[in-house]
């Protein structure tokens, strides 16, 4: 309706100012009304203007219109109540375009949030880039895994990896791929599952990112208990008999002999040792192989651990105190350095102190053949997280081998004479149920450093 009057308006002015002309024309060239000419040619004039101002206010109002939703500004709203009567159905359609871009756009935006933070929850690292290899998104996950603040681009991660943003850039639709990095001076092992589409008439790489080095660890542990369960049941099932049948050996012998000291024979004396030595091999190897089943039961039973907030300045005076006197036996110098903050961490004192106290130890024992024999243990907040505490226990010794370094985790492996080989497994399934972590750095030649992480509070 508000078209129509529009259009009968238009049609109005052209018939009215085409009877002005004609009118012009007439008196013009009729009479000599040189006056009335000259106002029927203003009119003429105005009229002229009047429709050219109405053409462009519409071209205006529509350039306005188009302009403003070309830049997303749906902030623009047209005046209906003060508009001409032909112009508010145009002025009502226009807001109420503008009215439904600004709800579709906040419903994007609304969106992008809760998909922005869908991303962020997820617990794995998420990496999205295109084909140059610009970065998209990227989620906090992935820039802690990786240690990066802020990524652009993926070739920025050669710094981290050379190998890693080959694999990125090489990994197809739905492929996947294991990666080994070292992020400040923790070995990472990631696995990578890519997934390929199209967006916008580009092609876009949305990456996957999980560290799977804890959970290879854990699965190692429990393969570990599972064997020595078995181990243990069968090493026990062997040395019950064995005992056994010792002390019924040693009964009858003893028997034997008072029988024979009862009617006045005595036996032959080589005889006897030789039952006797026997038994006391018996004894030994049965006393052996008990000890042997029961460090396998230390790895299976190693008690929870009692987390409460310890200061680390406390522990590592203990640890000093204890350690002292062996060390200076030892003739090896032990330097503690304390952080300067007051810090405390979430842990059982007891077996932190235990972990400390047997890597000092190895410490001291490798370091023993050197000439000045030092062991230090460095405490610090992590720069990066300061929620993180390393505890760096480093030797001056000779290193440990490359073919070695792999398996001193390994329980019952061991490179001493009159080593276990379990106090590195305890020490690491300690740190474990810390929820921290414990890593090697070593060469032939030295030094070796063993470094511990664990959770940080503020001191109160």
Not at 306 to 320: D, F, Y
Request: one cysteine or more; aromatic letters at 6%; proline letters at 2%.
């Amino acid at each position: 309706m508000g078209y129509n009057g529009f259009r009968l308006k238009l049609l109005l002015r052209l018939a009215l100012l085409f009877a002005v002309i004609l009118i012009l024309l007439f008196v013009a060239y009729r009479t000599d009304w040189y006056v009335v000419v000259a106002c029927l040619f203003l009119l003429l004039v105005f009229q002229v203007y009047e429709l050219l101002h109405t053409i462009e206010r519409t071209n205006r109002d529509l350039s306005s219109f188009l302009e403003a939703i070309r830049h997303s500004d749906f902030t623009q709203r047209f005046a209906i109540s003060k508009a001409n009567a032909s112009y508010r159905e145009l002025y009502t359609s226009f807001n109420a375009i503008t009215e439904a871009f600004e709800r579709i756009k906040t419903e994007k935006q609304a969106h992008h949030l809760y998909l922005q933070a869908i991303v962020e929850h997820v617990g794995i690292g998420l990496l999205s880039f295109d084909e140059r290899g610009e970065v998209n998104l990227v989620n906090q996950v992935a820039k802690e895994l990786l240690h990066v603040p802020h990524l652009r681009t993926i070739r920025a991660l050669e710094r981290v990896s050379e190998e890693l943003v080959r694999v990125l850039q090489q990994l197809g639709n739905n492929e996947k791929a294991l990666v080994t990095i070292q992020a400040r001076e923790e070995q990472l092992l990631l696995n990578l599952h890519a997934t390929t589409l199209l967006s916008q008439g580009k092609e876009l790489k949305i990456v996957s990112l999980q560290n799977i080095q804890p959970e290879l660890e854990e699965q190692e542990l429990q393969t570990w208990q599972k064997v020595i369960r078995v181990l243990t049941h069968e090493i026990m099932n062997s040395v019950t008999p064995v005992i056994s049948l010792t002390a019924t050996v040693s009964g009858l012998l003893e028997q034997e002999v008072m029988a024979r000291q009862a009617v006045g024979e005595l036996p032959d004396e080589e005889t006897l040792q030789d039952m006797q030595a026997g038994l006391r091999i018996i004894e030994k190897r049965s006393t052996g192989m008990l000890h042997f089943v029961k460090n396998y039961r230390r790895l299976m039973r190693l008690p929870a651990s009692e987390l409460r907030p310890v200061k680390v300045n406390e522990l590592l005076r203990n640890v000093r105190t204890l350690l002292l006197a062996e060390m200076e036996a030892q003739e090896v110098e032990l330097k503690i350095y304390l952080p300067e903050e007051q810090v405390e961490i979430l842990a059982d004192a007891e077996q932190v102190e235990q972990v400390l106290i047997n890597l000092i130890k190895n410490g001291m024992e490798a370091c023993s053949g050197t000439s000045t024999p030092c062991v230090e243990v460095l405490a610090y907040l992590d720069e990066v997280d300061g929620n993180r505490l390393r505890i760096d226990i480093v030797d001056n010794g000779i290193g440990i081998a490359a073919d070695v370094l792999d398996k001193i985790f390994i329980p019952f492996y061991t490179t001493k004479k009159q080593g276990s080989g379990i106090g590195l497994s305890l020490s690491k399934q300690i740190m474990r149920q810390h929820g921290g972590s414990i890593r090697v750095h070593s060469q032939p030649g030295g030094p070796t450093t063993f470094s511990l992480q664990l959770k940080a509070i503020a001191a109160s």
